[in-house]
């Protein structure tokens, strides 16, 4: 499985995309604290633009190489992968008991199990010290 395609400097550009997720959301409640009626003061244009910036972030920082790429990473990648998969399904599962009648975005979902990926896979690799 070797679907590394970017150098490892798109790691840095992908985790900046991501941080800049809950930092955006952050002041976009700050500067807007008080919404009324549930509308935003803001545009909903950059609430879905923060949204698909985290996504991508994700997504360049995960098919990003490691600074030495060896099997050892590979192993750890796939089983990061694995691991994540099944807890976002069992999150949706739980999900999907508790709050019947209601539905859960696909692009939170998708960005769940890309963040657990990510946890995983640094947990996993500094049990290794890599």
Do not use: C
Request: proline residues 3%; neutral net charge; without cysteine.
């Amino acid at each position: 499985m070797n679907i590394q395609i970017l150098p490892h400097i798109f790691k840095k550009i992908g985790l900046f995309l991501f941080i800049a997720y809950p930092v955006g959301h952050f002041l976009l409640g700050f500067f807007d604290p008080f919404q009324e009626n549930d509308k935003m003061g803001f545009h909903p244009f950059w609430g879905a633009a923060l949204e698909i910036g985290a996504l991508i972030g994700v997504i360049i920082y995960f098919i990003s190489k490691e600074k030495v790429e060896d099997e050892l990473v590979k192993r750890i990648r796939l089983e990061s992968m694995s691991i994540a998969f099944l807890l976002s399904v069992g999150t949706l599962l739980i999900i999907s008991v508790t709050s019947i009648g209601n539905s859960v975005d696909a692009a939170i979902m998708f960005l769940l199990q890309l963040t657990l990926f990510l946890v995983i896979y640094h947990y996993q690799k500094r049990s290794f010290d890599l």
